[in-house]
């Protein structure tokens, strides 16, 4: 498959291809990196009390290293790709590891160095020889480990990954997540391995830096010589041998011509977002935590569209208290002020049991006990959730939104609890009454049906795309047998979508998406068709969305959904939405 | 005492649910083994516990045996239910 040369859209023919990982174009020197230590089979023991000192220093040496990682990898790329180091943390000191280092340094009078390799080729092998790719994977890991050591052990004079001479292209077979981490990044254009896929360390961390990557390059190592100038494109993973001034020229073009684009998107910075005839929307981000604020500075959004509350009640054995609540909604309130911030109360369900939350076994959780229809039995916990965001709302910029609600009754409901929570904290000195908003999300299709009731008590509504997929076709998104079914082309789904939209403008409702459909590029265009006027998404994504936005009119958006309404499959609406990107992009 | 679990979270027993587990295990003074498909492992060892592959829905049992067995099998009981969060 690899060795299959596939299309390409630069005028050249290109070397070899690997898989495109982390997009963009780099111009420069291959730069081979080399891993091999020296061998240390021949080192002989220097006396078991000198081998276990020397030991037992790497050892903490390389610990000391790897926390250091955790706390940059924490601060750069994030929480999860961090993990692996805190496991590396914990491999290096595992009894099953270090036990037959120690037994062979005092009992088989071994050095370190070859009392390493032995213990590490035994665990090596049994993760080589796993039936699971993601163990295969690991083994890598512990050879990263082991270098690590025996680097240690006897420092090695080869030029390392962390100081770079100059910028290079780096060529590897493969890279440890250590390696990645820890090289010399303003000094590395762009990186091909020869292993690797979308998902191994190298392609996350790269695509996080922003450095273009391209993987799965069979013979990549051994393919370029030293001053080679090369050329790549980590989108479609295509490598270039620039044998002529001309190609090289074109090449570093292409390479300027990314830059000032990247530039151009941040002029948009601080903005509104705009269609090219200035027809206006919101560009709004989807956050989980307080942890996410950096990224919706980062990526310019004009307010928060969904904060998902879950993480306060996850993970803990009693309901969070007011006061808990209290201090997060304030942070993320305050901070983003006057832009508005839609908290969505607590949307949980059977399928994720909390301790405290008392939902009876139910045969589907998902059509059962959950998120709205909880709250409203246990009125206390929700008064609890609803009372800590009003008292959070110093600077007016307050949203309340409510999930999972079926019938406009349901709002009614909901209005009560909320003037009542408003009521009761008016007796409390501390608490200032400011305005907010009450809305909820459109998940359930009978709802779209009861939207001029609705308007009775809410000023807006959001469509949660997921859910509402998954309950109008009945098919569960995670299972793989239904993806067919599970289609957001779907013609039924689009005519809901533009029904809803219709509905929402003729009961002058607020109306957005915060589902995961609201900032996927090739619906955008076909939403702003509809009449939707915020979007909330990935926070990163939507400096990107907007870019886009100013790339098309309001006018061809309309023109568009037409079109796709008289669609007759599924595969026409989805060719339709494809096509106006492609060429919305080329007409600029 | 045994324990017969299964695993929940959808990845797997991969590096970090067994970091989690195998630091959770070491807290305890019990011995405790881990047993799938007829072989034997320390539950205390992220190694051991990785090198079984363990996959989602896959049935495992603990073996505990020591003075604070029966606390253990709970608290691990209810790590492996919870996805391995704490």
Known sequence: ?588 | MEVQLKIKNKEGLHARPAGVLAKKAAEFQSNIQIVVNGQIKSAKSIMALMSLSLKHDQPFTLIIDGPDAQVAGDTLSELVNNEFKV
């Open chain 1, 1 to 588: 498959m690899l060795e299959l040369v596939r299309q390409t859209q630069h005028p050249y023919r290109p070397l070899t291809q690997g898989s495109g990982v982390s997009k963009g174009i780099a111009v420069g020197k291959a730069w081979v990196f080399d891993p091999s230590v020296h061998q240390h089979a021949e080192v002989k023991s220097q006396g078991v009390e000198i081998e276990l000192t020397r030991f037992r220093q790497a050892q903490r040496k390389v610990l000391a290293k790897i926390e250091a990682l955790v706390q940059k990898t924490k601060a750069e790329v994030g929480e999860e790709e961090s993990q692996i180091f805190e496991a590396h943390f914990m491999i290096l000191q595992d009894e099953e590891l270090i036990g037959p280092i120690l037994f062979a340094i005092e009992q088989e009078h071994l050095s370190s160095e070859s009392a390493i390799e032995k213990s590490f080729r035994l665990q090596i092998q049994i993760f080589e020889t796993s039936d699971s790719d993601y163990m295969r994977e690991r083994a890598l890991d512990l050879k990263d480990l082991k270098t690590q050591l025996l680097d240690i052990l006897n420092p090695s004079e080869k030029p390392g990954l962390s100081k770079l001479l100059a910028p290079i292209i780096l060529v590897a077979e493969d890279l440890t997540p250590s390696q990645t981490m820890t090289m010399d990044r303003k000094n590395v254009l762009a990186i091909i391995t020869e292993k690797g896929g979308q998902t191994s360390h190298t392609a996350i961390i790269a695509r996080t830096l922003g450095i273009p990557a391209v993987t799965g390059v069979p013979r990549a190592t051994t393919m370029f010589s030293k001053h080679d100038q090369i050329a790549l494109d980590g989108e479609e993973g295509s490598l270039f041998l620039l044998n002529d001034l001309e190609m090289k020229k074109y090449f570093t073009d292409r390479a300027v011509l990314q830059y000032t684009d990247k530039q151009k998107v941040q002029l948009l910075r601080g903005k509104p977002t705009l269609t090219k005839d200035a027809h206006m929307i919101s560009l709004y981000a989807n956050i989980g935590s307080e942890k996410d604020l950096d990224a919706v500075e980062k990526g310019d959004a004009e307010g928060i569209g969904l904060f998902r509350t879950e993480f306060l009640f996850m993970e803990r054995k009693t309901a969070p208290t007011l006061e808990d609540q209290l201090r997060v909604y304030k942070t993320v309130l305050n901070k983003l002020a006057p832009k508005e911030v839609v908290i969505r109360t607590l949307d949980v369900g059977g399928d994720k049991p909390i301790p405290y939350i008392k939902i009876e076994k139910e045969d589907n959780p998902f059509l059962g006990v959950r998120a709205l229809r909880y709250c409203l039995k246990d009125i206390e916990l929700f008064k609890t959730q609803i009372k800590a965001m009003l008292f959070a709302n110093e600077k007016a910029n307050l949203s309340i939104m409510v999930p999972m609600v079926s019938r406009a009754t349901e709002m009614k409901q909901v209005k009560e609890v909320v003037d009542t929570c408003v009521a009761e904290l008016e007796k409390d000195p501390r608490y200032k009454k400011k305005p907010f908003k009450l809305g909820a999300m459109v998940e359930i299709p009978a709802l779209i049906f009861e939207l001029a009731e609705i308007k009775k008590y809410v000023s807006f509504v959001s469509v949660g795309t997921n859910d509402l997929l998954q309950y109008s076709v009945a098919a569960d998104r995670m299972n793989p047998e239904l993806q067919n079914i599970y289609n957001p082309f779907n013609l039924g789904f689009i005519r809901m979508m533009n029904l809803l939209a219709q509905q929402a403008i003729a009961a002058r409702l607020e109306l957005g998406i915060c589902g995961e459909l609201g900032g996927i590029q090739e619906f955008i265009p076909l939403w702003i068709g509809m009449g939707y006027q915020k979007l909330s998404m990935i926070p990163s994504e939507v400096l990107g969305r907007r870019s886009l936005v100013s790339k098309f009119s309001f006018e061809r958006c309309r023109k568009l959904l037409a079109e796709v309404l008289k669609a007759k499959h599924e595969t026409d609406v989805k060719l339709k939405l494809t096509d106006f990107i492609q060429k919305g992009e080329k007409t600029t």
